[in-house]
Nanobody, 118 residues
């Protein structure tokens, strides 16, 4: 089975940093792109940052200059690097990877909690 497993969540103080990992099972041979999403309590899920096929990275305006995506191909892992964290960054974060196929399929990670508080 194709699996997407997230790790690296936890707590940080405002101004701190966290890095989230999204490891994709090796039987997913190719992807069209991926994105990091988050959902805060009482809020809609929103796209935070994305990486498309040519590795172009786009980030939501509210995290521009603070968050970015990187990857380690050998480890089949994507990362969300979060710096200068703010309280409003508190949310459950989800990794979504779109598998390349005749009919592309989205695979979601399980979601991990990020809590930013003093």
């Amino acid at each position: 089975q194709v699996r997407v497993v997230e790790s690296g969540g936890g707590s940080a103080q405002p101004g701190g940093s966290l890095t989230l990992s999204c490891q994709v099972s090796r039987n997913m041979l190719a992807i069209n792109g991926m994105g990091w999403y988050r959902q805060a309590p009482g809020k809609q899920r929103e796209l935070v940052a994305s990486m498309i096929g040519d590795d172009k990275i786009d980030v939501k305006d509210s995290v521009k200059g603070r968050f970015t995506i990187s990857k380690d191909v050998a480890k089949h892992t994507f990362y969300l690097q979060m710096n200068n964290l703010r309280v409003e960054d508190t949310a459950v974060y989800y990794c979504k990877v779109q598998e390349a196929a005749w009919n592309p399929v989205d695979h979601w990670g399980q979601g991990i909690q990020v809590t930013v508080s003093s």
